[in-house]
């Protein structure tokens, strides 16, 4: 069992949970996921891992309502264990890899973080400030009261630009709006890593393409199982078929097709859409990703 040690409302129907985690906690990296169930008969729900604390055991999670499981994960109180915290899961980032550390402190790096996003993102940028290296980022929301660690992330990065949509606070607009502005007055990227909603990633890829900025997107927003086995986030990354929770879940954004990504994901939300799913995929729904025996 996990206990929960720590439980934080971030914003409306968005809160924070520590949890007691030591395996996990030893071993996750900025980048990764965990899979947490309630209790034995509850949904498996993938999440991002927001930040770890290896001294004291505990990996951070934000949790936003969607579902009956995140509703069911968020009444639960300080003292209160999960049944299930199974992680490290998915391919840890590479700029956060200490093989590929001088290599990255050479690059100028800008992270757009659109809603939830944020708490993947703030991990990495927390990694790279402690390894000497500080990168912009953009935070985006729709409206003021769904941001949520400003302050956290001013500590860590070297600017932030925070946006919202309907302009209650910050930068009237998207981070596509924000990030085009800082390139025109100036600001010169080596690399994008934009961390959000699907159709956020897919326009600032589709900005990126275009100041020819190398981009890496998260496609988080699509697992389901978790370990390539229900074929949810199955996705075609140049051409080939990838799974983002196993070969993810950070790609580069200018190879993915997003109108793919985005029709499958709605057609898997219904039990006849991932029927015909499973249908016309064939073996490669699932077990065609190499990582298992489906």
Request: charged letters at 25%.
């Amino acid at each position: 069992m996990y206990p929960i040690v720590r439980k934080e409302q971030l914003a409306d129907q968005i809160i924070l949970m520590d949890i007691k985690a030591p395996r996990v906690a030893k071993s996750c990296l900025p980048g990764q996921f965990i899979i947490a169930k309630v209790d034995e008969v509850g949904e498996r729900i993938p999440l991002t891992i927001c930040d770890y604390d290896r001294e004291k055991e505990t990996v951070t999670i934000v949790v936003q309502t969607i579902g009956a499981g995140t509703k069911r994960m968020m009444s639960l109180n300080v003292g209160d264990e999960l049944e299930d915290f199974v992680g490290p899961l998915g391919c840890a980032s590479e700029l956060c890899m200490e093989e590929n550390l001088e290599e990255t402190k050479k690059k100028k790096i800008v992270f757009i973080a659109g809603g939830l996003g944020t708490a993947p993102v703030y991990p990495q940028v927390k990694w790279l400030h402690e390894h000497g290296i500080d990168a912009d980022v953009i935070m985006g929301s729709r409206t003021k009261d769904l941001l949520f660690y400003i302050d956290e992330m001013k500590a860590v990065a070297g600017n932030v630009y925070v946006t919202t949509d309907d302009g209650s606070y910050g930068f009237h607009g998207m981070g596509t709006n924000q990030l085009e502005e800082l390139v025109n007055e100036g600001k010169h990227y080596d690399v994008c890593v934009a961390i959000g909603p699907m159709i956020m990633m897919k326009f600032v890829c589709l900005l990126t393409k275009k100041l020819e900025i190398p981009t890496v997107v998260s496609m988080n927003p699509i697992m389901v199982d978790g370990t390539g086995m229900c074929g949810a986030c199955r996705l075609v990354v140049d051409g080939k078929v990838k799974f983002a929770c196993v070969d993810g879940p950070e790609f580069d954004g200018h190879l993915v097709d997003f109108d793919q990504a985005m029709k499958r994901q709605q057609q898997y939300k219904t039990q006849e859409g991932r029927a015909k799913l499973a249908y016309e995929e064939g073996a490669t729904h699932h077990g065609g990703c190499g990582h298992c025996n489906g």
